[in-house]
């Protein structure tokens, strides 16, 4: 129990202060790309954009460029990738004040998707989604794009956004409301299998790789999901598990201070003992693992046994041919 306690390991995941310290963005931001128009009432008859006996002009088809910028008469250019329309009408009403008398300014999106995210993965309805007011967080738009298509015990949520990356259990999202992000327009949430896996070998009823089944699991539940030991040949008293052990929990194991990178170490679980099957319980297993289950003298021995008779039939029909 003490060895179990001490190798016990839990891979963690999470998200970065870059995702949970983040705030929930307006639906109605620009993107590189969107089309917009821009609508401006002005308090004279000879204004500044508009003509003689007018007081509205209207810039329509204002398409934002690659840079995330557009051109505004009398304004320049002005920055509107990532900008809601209110800013943007903010920034042109304080340029214009000082040009013509009490402006004001209207400034609509008439085409482009705005702030929107990409769901990739094992979702059941993969796509690229706007980011509106009730879909604005992580868990909302994984519903939006149908739900886990995969079982939610092995089951990652992973967001790249800006370069940086974070990756979360869908369990823990459930569990922890902090990790039900907001989100930004260009981010890429991908759901995926865990991909680890460990190898069992030697008497037990499958020989293969093994994917996990779940987010920690113990030797018991390894050797349950390679289809339990082989009734026939497995010796309960001697099964294997070979690791690249951390140092830093060996040394625990071993009360050294002496290890430096990673050891190769066995350890040995005998399930006949009384405290055995209960160690086997907490003891988990890690990615890379190999289990082999040892061989019963008795099976060995019925092997031998039979090679030896089919041995002695083969020389007594020998025998007979002779006579």
Do not use: C, H
């Amino acid at each position: 129990p003490a060895v179990a306690a001490a190798t016990r390991y839990s891979q963690q995941f999470g998200f970065g202060s870059e995702f949970t310290g983040a705030g929930t963005v307006s639906p109605d931001l620009i993107n590189a790309g969107d089309t917009i128009s821009i609508t401006v009432w002005e308090a004279v008859d000879t204004g500044l954009l508009a003509g003689v006996g007018q007081k509205v002009t209207a810039v329509e088809q204002m398409q934002v460029d690659g840079s995330g910028q557009v051109y505004m008469p009398y304004v320049g250019r002005i920055r509107a990738a990532g900008a809601s329309p209110e800013e943007i009408r903010e920034e042109i009403t304080e340029s214009l004040s000082s040009q013509t008398p009490d402006p004001q300014v209207e400034v609509r999106r008439i085409a482009g998707d705005g702030a929107s995210v990409s769901v990739l993965g094992d979702v059941r309805t993969p796509g690229v989604y706007a980011i509106d007011p009730p879909t604005n967080r992580l868990s909302a738009m994984l519903a939006k794009a149908g739900g886990i298509a995969i079982t939610p015990d092995v089951a990652q949520v992973k967001i790249e956004r800006n370069g940086r990356t974070g990756r979360v259990w869908l369990q823990d999202l459930y569990d922890n409301p902090g990790y039900d992000v907001a989100l930004r327009g260009g981010d890429r949430i991908i759901v995926e299998q865990d991909r680890r896996a460990f190898t069992t070998l030697g008497a037990s009823t499958t020989q293969s790789r093994v994917p996990f089944t779940k987010k920690n699991m113990t030797a018991i539940e390894a050797i349950a999901s390679s289809g339990g030991l082989d009734g026939q040949s497995a010796d309960p008293t001697g099964i294997f598990v070979f690791r690249a052990e951390r140092p830093e929990i060996l040394s625990q194991v071993l009360g050294r201070s002496d290890l430096q990178g990673p050891q190769r170490v066995v350890y040995i679980l005998d399930l006949t003992k009384p405290g055995g099957v209960f160690a086997a319980r907490e003891f988990t297993i890690r990615d890379e693992d190999t289990v082999y289950v040892t061989e019963a003298p008795f099976a060995a021995w019925s092997r031998v046994l039979s090679v030896a008779t089919q041995a002695v039939s083969l020389g007594g029909s020998v025998a007979a041919l002779s006579n």
